[in-house]
Nanobody, 122 residues
Framework: QVQLAESGGGLVQAGGSLRLSCAVS????????MGWFRQAPGKQRELVAT???????YYADSVKGRFTISRDNAENTVFLQMNSLKPEDTALYYC????????????????WGQGTQVTVSA
């Protein structure tokens, strides 16, 4: 069973930075595409960024130029560096893993973490 555990969330002022981590246990990490998603109160969960097993990345327009997704295959970990944070980035952030399907679609991800809260104050 693949398990994912996020860490690194917290409270930060607007303009600040946070680095989220997601450790993946079990499975063959290198074959997984990884994604970061977020869900704000009262809103649907949305895709933030993805990184394929080969390293290619995708970012939502709302975070492009501010967030960077990366992965360390030796440590089975994926990261989300978040800079220039805005109050509208406040959400519960989830990481997810998939080894098949269109990794730009949430429904392609069978494995999910529990989430880590990011709160950005104005």
């Amino acid at each position: 069973q693949v398990q994912l555990a996020e860490s690194g969330g917290g409270l930060v002022q607007a303009g600040g930075s946070l680095r989220l981590s997601c450790a993946v246990s079990s499975g063959t990490f290198i074959i997984y595409a990884m994604g970061w998603f977020r869900q704000a109160p009262g809103k649907q969960r949305e895709l933030v960024a993805t990184i394929a097993s080969g390293g290619s990345t995708y970012y939502a327009d709302s975070v492009k130029g501010r967030f960077t997704i990366s992965r360390d295959n030796a440590e089975n970990t994926v990261f989300l560096q978040m800079n220039s944070l805005k109050p509208e980035d406040t959400a519960l952030y989830y990481c997810a893993a998939t080894n098949s399907g269109n990794y730009l679609r949430q429904t392609s991800y069978p494995y999910w973490g529990q989430g880590t809260q990011v709160t950005v104050s104005a």
